[in-house]
């Protein structure tokens, strides 16, 4: 089935950096893939969708110079953390369609990011 | 009122019993049902999707859809401790759509 990875599974990263999550889609290529966040005992709460060679489309609230979003290629989006703050701690999860099979979407393993 | 709606939980239960986990929804385009696994800081892991309404099995789970009452369940058999996790439904008006998710039921299975 297809398998879509994301790096790194956690980060601790002060207050003030920016980090860095990047979403593979292995055996797939992937036009659109998709990043949420999910808060403990919480759903997962779309962010944006990631359009390979064009601009993301954020979904209200989120903001977009904070939340980057790059879909360079069919197989590869990153999502870049900008001006970290603690409040930004969460687990961050991407997600894709593989268009080609019969499965639905297929998740990474997720990221805890921890700013501190 | 949430298009998808579903018990947080926790449920919990004795190894071997039979497991039922359901979601509401009010949104009536939906047409695609999906029920994930989440273990702890994991990503969700697709079990099982159907576009029909009824019944549909694999192996201990079982999907069950019921469009003109809005209600979709997940049955789990013989359930293991294994099988502790977080069940979240998912819903969509079609594959090609971005699926509105369920916040998630917790399950513990003990032995």
């Known amino acids: 089935g297809a398998v879509v990875s994301q790096h790194p599974s956690w980060v601790i990263c002060k207050s003030g950096t920016s980090v860095k999550i990047e979403c593979r889609s292995l055996?797939?290529?992937?036009?659109?893939m998709f990043w949420y966040r999910q808060f403990p005992k919480q759903s997962l709460m779309l962010m944006a969708t990631s359009n390979e060679g064009s601009k993301a489309t954020y979904e209200q609230g989120v903001e977009k110079d904070k939340f980057l979003i790059n879909h360079a290629s069919l197989t590869l989006s990153t999502l870049t953390v900008t001006s970290a703050h603690p409040e930004d701690s969460s687990f961050y999860i991407c997600?894709?369609?593989?268009?080609?099979?019969?499965?639905?979407?297929?998740f990474g393993s997720g990221t805890r990011l921890t700013v501190v | 009122q949430k298009e998808v709606e579903q018990d947080p939980g926790p449920l919990s239960v004795p190894e071997g019993a039979i497991v039922s986990l359901n979601c509401t929804y009010s949104n009536s385009a939906f047409q695609y049902f999906m029920w994930y696994r989440q273990y702890s800081r994991k990503g969700p892991e697709l079990l099982m999707y159907?576009?029909?309404?009824g019944n549909k099995e694999d192996g201990r789970f079982t999907a069950q859809v019921d469009k003109s009452s809005k209600y979709i369940s997940l049955f789990i058999r013989d359930s293991q401790p294994s099988d502790s996790a977080t069940y979240l439904c998912a819903m969509s008006e079609g594959g090609s759509y971005i699926p509105t998710f369920g916040r998630g039921t917790s399950l513990i299975v003990h032995p």
């Open positions: 055996d797939f290529q992937a036009t659109t």
């Open positions: 997600s894709a369609r593989d268009y080609g099979g019969s499965d639905g979407y297929t």
């Open positions: 159907t576009y029909s309404s």
